[in-house]
């Protein structure tokens, strides 16, 4: 099999949602080769703890991407205890400049309990308008789904739970098998 005929990783919807003081982030556990699911249970999101400094993180794209960025957030937020904006923003300067970083194919949702962001590969350092984000290949569906229940007395952890649900009727990508990490309150 020719490297362009590889029929790639997908599948992981990741959803981060900000409300009632608390931030939860929340993942299915799906992985799959081409039309194959090679697993159900794997966890895309993992609660770091940098000098103490609690941060939550949830990842989609190639785990040894993710891995390696996951990695290189916990020595910025060693760098800038408490400061998980400016940490974020060193990672993607370095994620859009290093030649070896350019090549990382993974997107991450971040949380401290008070900022919820997504960072990308493009330099990207994004803060949701809604308190709502998603990544992955069902992270359209869980967005839609999320958005929709915040003005509802729902709290983070509800919302985030419901809107994966439905992620994971609609895209084939995505299992109902979540791995949930909350902060605050």
């Known amino acids: ?3 362009s005929d590889f029929p790639g990783w997908h599948g992981t919807t990741i959803i981060g949602v900000k409300k009632g003081g ?55 937020l060693e760098a800038t205890p408490g400061q998980l904006t400016r940490a974020a923003v060193e990672l993607a ?20 309990g008070e900022t919820l962001l997504v960072i990308t590969g493009a330099g990207d350092v994004l803060e949701p308008e809604h308190d709502v984000t998603a990544i992955g290949s069902g992270g359209n569906y869980a967005l ?17 739970r419901e809107a994966m649900a439905i992620a994971a009727d609609i895209c084939v990508f995505t299992n109902g098998r979540l791995t949930v990490e909350k902060i605050g309150k």
């Open 1 to 3: 099999m020719a490297e």
């Open 22 to 76: 608390e931030v939860v982030i929340a993942g299915d556990g799906q992985v799959s080769l081409g039309n194959t699911v090679i697993k159900g249970t794997a966890r895309k999101v993992r609660r770091l703890k940098p000098g103490g400094y609690d941060v939550v993180a949830g990842f989609a794209g190639s785990t040894a991407d993710a891995f390696t960025l996951l990695e290189r957030l916990e020595t910025k």
């Open 93 to 112: 300067k370095d994620w859009r400049t290093d030649k070896y970083l350019q090549k990382l194919e993974a997107m991450l949702i971040v949380t401290d």
């Open 144 to 160: 839609a789904a999320g958005r929709a229940m915040m003005d509802t007395d729902k709290d983070a952890e509800t919302v985030a």
